[in-house]
């Protein structure tokens, strides 16, 4: 939410550590994100505190990050964004333990290593599909042409909702997870909660086999889960469904058409993909969740306040030199790249859609590669991205030659 709102410094937090920084919009954010958020953690101490956004902790290395990550005793999801709003139930992202599991186990076999294996056959044939209408054209604008359209399609499908509401719903999404200010976060967030409420009362009449059914006929505790947290928890997996698949798309193809010599090691040698994948996710990380301090205590030398929040850029974990050989290269061979980053979380709260979204970007790069294999940012034309609880990528132009002969 885009405010330059500050407040006055706590007595209790020292003035070295008190550092005017808006993580909405880290200085360098229109050359490179990645690289501005970088700058943060190099040139920042590694928990301080800011006053912009209504003021804030902010930590930057991968030893805080993985440490509140786990310790929802005293980091609670009840407000994962910084001023956002408390606790919904049903909101599985804005629960603790153990409450928080029983609503995770109704999603989470829907997103299983068996159940998205069986969901290849349609990444592979929408995305073929979207490729090659676009081969001929010689350009597109990524974000729009293909990012936005591959996840929401194969997404729509699980829940059994019409392909043609994605124009409907990609712009809501997008202002309900950025918005510029809380009326269009409102506004947009309840058009959202009343679209599902529409398709979870008609599952709730009858119920099909798709994942909304499941979750509109749940139990929760014994007890029939109630419509409010229904329409929450669904709305937490629409939210991931329209959105981080195509932010993590749009990064990983701005970094390939800046390299050449990568996409070309994808080329000569495709069995490198799946490691790729687990690289240029380490290296391009999304996510800056926050987490509501439940009492007051110490941390990393600091004094923190019951009632204060603390922001966990979870995209600075895989960038630590700290916890990972020269972060800033892409290699396509780093062993286990996977053990490097915190994108899907660490604990009860790492992402269930980790697998799905694994597969979308090794589909991609197979099927994209093999019919546009040389590309390029459009002359003219500069990428957009955005900081947020989600980055993203919101405009990439790219061009290619259609006949290479």
């Known amino acids: ?17 008190v550092v005017d920084f808006d993580y909405l919009r880290p200085v360098g954010i229109d050359e490179d994100l990645h690289l501005a958020w970088k700058n943060v953690q190099d040139t920042l101490p590694d928990i301080f505190w800011t006053p912009r956004n209504g003021g804030h902790w902010v930590v930057t ?10 310790d929802h005793k005293r980091f609670s999801h009840a407000r994962v964004t910084i001023g956002g709003e408390d606790v919904r139930e049903g909101a599985i992202i804005q629960m603790d333990p153990p409450r928080h599991g029983s609503y995770r186990m109704l999603v ?20 073929v599909s979207i490729v090659e209408e676009l081969c001929l054209k010689g350009e597109c604008e990524f974000v729009g042409d293909f990012a ?21 719903l990609l712009p809501l999404a997008e202002k309900a997870i950025r918005p510029r200010n809380r009326q269009e976060h409102l506004e947009s967030s309840t058009a959202l909660s009343e679209y599902v409420a529409r398709a979870l009362a008609a599952r709730a009449e009858q119920p099909g086999s798709d994942l909304l059914s499941k979750i509109v006929t749940a ?3 014994g007890e029939p889960i109630a419509f409010e947290a229904a329409v929450a928890l669904s709305m937490i997996v629409l939210a991931g469904g329209l959105d981080t698949v195509a932010s993590i798309l749009g ?54 306040k019951e009632g204060e929040q603390i922001l966990v850029p979870n995209h600075l974990y895989g960038l630590d030199e700290r916890q990972v050989d020269n972060p800033l290269d892409v290699d396509f061979t780093r062993p286990h790249p996977e053990q490097h980053y915190a994108a899907f979380g660490n604990g009860p709260h790492r992402c269930p ?38 980055s993203t990528v919101q405009e990439l132009h790219l061009a290619w030659d259609t006949d290479p002969r």
């Open 1 to 17: 939410m885009t405010t330059n709102s500050t407040m006055d410094i706590p007595a209790h937090v020292p003035e070295d550590r």
């Open 353 to 390: 859609g980790s697998f799905l979204a694994k597969l979308e970007l090794t589909v991609f790069l197979q099927e994209w590669l093999a019919r546009i294999p040389d590309f390029v940012i459009k002359p003219g034309t500069t990428p957009r991205a955005a900081s947020g609880s989600v």
């Open 61 to 70: 290395r991968a030893d805080a990050i993985k440490a509140i990550q786990l």
């Open 148 to 168: 936005q359209i591959l996840p929401v399609v194969v997404f729509l499908g699980t829940v059994d909702l019409p392909p043609e509401d994605r124009d409907y």
């Open 251 to 304: 990064f990983v193809v701005r970094f390939l058409a800046l390299n050449p010599g990568h996409r070309q090691q994808l080329i000569n040698d495709p069995s490198l993909v799946p490691n790729a994948v687990e690289e240029l996710i380490r290296r391009h990380g999304l996510i800056n969740t926050a987490r509501l301090i439940t009492q007051d205590t110490e941390f990393q030398g600091m004094r923190l």
């Open 219 to 221: 139990k929760i505790g």
């Open 108 to 127: 989470s076999p829907a997103f299983s290593p068996k159940a998205i294996a069986a969901l290849e056959p349609i990444v592979r044939e929408t995305t």
